[in-house]
């Protein structure tokens, strides 16, 4: 079973830093092009930022600009997002998303251009 796994949400108070790590015990993330969403009760699954195979390339929502950076280290399997000045409004669940690198009609904010997502980890802001 292919597995995504979120790691490092919380609790934390605006202003503050979190950083949230995806690892994967059955996919080599080096083959993927990489992704957060985040998702609050009622609302849609919404694009946070994303990050090609070589990490070369990044881009995020214009609600987290500035504020929260994406990486990845391939020789770890791993995947990152760092969120700094973190405000209330960023309180919600946070999925990694994978995709295979090259992937045909690829979209870096649709959903639908991920084959893989995580469970997921909550992060809540308080002010």
């Known amino acids: 079973q292919v597995r995504l796994v979120e790691s490092g949400g919380g609790l934390a108070q605006a202003g503050a830093s979190l950083t949230l790590s995806c690892s994967s015990s059955?996919?080599?993330?080096?083959?993927?092009?990489m992704a957060w969403f985040r998702q609050v009760p009622g609302k849609e699954r919404e694009f946070v930022a994303h990050?090609?195979?070589?990490?070369?390339?990044?881009s995020y929502a214009d609600s987290v600009k500035g504020r929260f950076t994406i990486s990845r280290d391939n020789g770890k399997n791993l995947a990152y997002l760092q969120m700094n000045i973190l405000k209330p409004e960023d309180t919600a669940v946070y999925y990694c998303?994978?995709?295979?690198?090259?992937?045909?009609?690829?979209?870096?904010?649709?959903?639908?251009?991920?084959?893989?997502w995580g469970q997921g980890a909550q992060v809540t802001v308080s002010s």
């Open positions: 998303a994978a995709t295979p690198r090259g992937r045909a009609a690829y979209q870096r904010a649709s959903i639908g251009s991920y084959e893989f």
């Open positions: 059955t996919l080599s993330l080096s083959m993927y092009t």
């Open positions: 990050i090609t195979w070589t990490g070369k390339i990044t």
